[in-house]
């Protein structure tokens, strides 16, 4: 374990070499491009639903009545206020951040990630908060010992929902462990998560381009110097899970990894691990646990019309925690054991989900 003045050292040095956030979406040029629409589209947004909210509870409720849901337009209607009021926050405390950090050249400095870590910590906790009042959405997690544990961590968890992402984050704040993430790149129009995420340790990744080297490098440049209190999260299968995903990952591995062709075919709710990126993780960083890290219950809604048809939610959303210490997890100089290895741990993986989804339904 390094000793909290060596953890500040590592942390000063990463932070100051931690790299692009993403290969395409990070320049200057595109931030400011994508951020002059989505932070009015949220500052401004918010007035304007306040404004409105009388008439949408309103008819809303009318809605409700009408076709004898449970107050899911009117609850849905409420959560749209509490996320514009939270991303509002969020965006105006970054703001006062890169004002108290920015002009001393210290943003990117310990006391600045750690400030702008508790602010996403901030934003994901309250986010789920809402969603728990006002939606009746509720979780569980098993295992949760392996979390409070501490750091540092590499979580490998199941690809789902933003909603997922979300809780993942709430999770670890909550277990007092501040994330860096591999995650879509596409949720870079969250402005929050855009603004926070540029200036903490992330990597918001081109999924088309998965196995690019500039991707695979900036992805390994994350996992260095993992702090005590951090933990690197990779969502290993790339993308959410479909049958015909599925079988389009069996049909690449029978070409390019026909050795994993068999463990491929007994998934049944996940996909394959996407072995690139993770490998380049393990490679980087050789000491850090595994945590793997599972879900069942948020892809179920893929639309907004299946949240509107389930809220308040008919049942918790269920989550496990499993630990393995580093000594258990083969060398990385065996790639072939260690991918054999990962690939066993997956089918376990993918057993729990068909359990848990069988318990919930």
């Not at 959405?137 to 010992?145: P, T």
């Not at 049909?251 to 690139?276: C, F, K, N, Q, Y």
């Not at 054991?337 to 919930?360: C, G, I, K, M, Y």
Request: glycine share 8%; with cysteine.
């Amino acid at each position: 374990m390094s000793t909290p003045a060596q953890t500040h050292e590592i942390e000063d040095s990463q932070v100051s070499k931690q790299g692009a956030s993403s290969a395409n979406e990070s320049t200057i040029g595109v931030r400011l491009r994508r951020r002059s629409l989505t932070v009015p589209g949220i500052l401004l947004g918010l007035p304007c639903l306040l404004v409105l909210l009388t008439p949408v509870l309103l008819v809303g409720g009318l809605i409700d009545l009408v076709v004898r849901r449970r107050g899911s337009t009117v609850r849905i209607s409420l959560y749209a206020v509490w996320l514009f009021a939270i991303e509002s926050v969020g965006i105006v405390v970054a703001g006062l951040l890169w004002l108290r950090f920015a002009p001393s050249g210290q943003l990117r400095g310990r006391a600045s990630l750690q400030a702008h870590s508790r602010l996403l910590g901030w934003w994901a906790t309250n986010l789920v908060r809402g969603a728990r009042t006002l939606l009746g959405m509720r979780h569980f997690l098993e295992g949760r010992s392996n979390l409070d544990a501490g750091g540092p961590l590499i979580v490998l968890a199941r690809h789902g929902r933003p909603a997922a992402s979300l809780l993942v984050v709430a999770i670890l704040a909550e277990s007092g462990l501040r994330p860096r993430f591999v995650i879509a790149r596409e949720l870079l129009w969250d402005p929050c998560l855009d603004i926070v995420g540029h200036r903490i340790p992330n990597y918001f990744v081109d999924r088309d381009s998965f196995d690019n080297r500039e991707e695979l490098g900036n992805i390994a440049r994350l996992a260095a110097g993992l702090a005590n209190d951090e933990a690197l999260v990779i969502f290993p299968e790339g993308t959410n899970f479909s049958r015909s995903r599925r079988d389009r990952a069996i049909e690449v591995l029978g070409r390019t990894a026909p050795e994993r062709e068999a463990s491929a075919r007994r998934l049944t709710h996940v996909l394959p691990i996407r072995t690139s990126g993770l490998l380049s993780v393990l490679e980087t960083d050789r000491s850090a646990d595994l945590l793997f890290l599972n879900h069942v219950g948020v892809e179920d809604f893929h639309k907004l019309r299946d949240l509107w048809r389930n809220v308040p939610f008919p049942t918790p959303l269920s989550f496990s925690a499993n630990r393995t210490s580093r000594q258990e997890v083969p060398d990385v100089a065996d790639k072939a054991a260690l991918v054999r290895w990962l690939d066993a741990r997956w089918e376990e993986f993918d057993s729990w989900v068909t359990t848990n989804s069988s318990a919930s339904s």
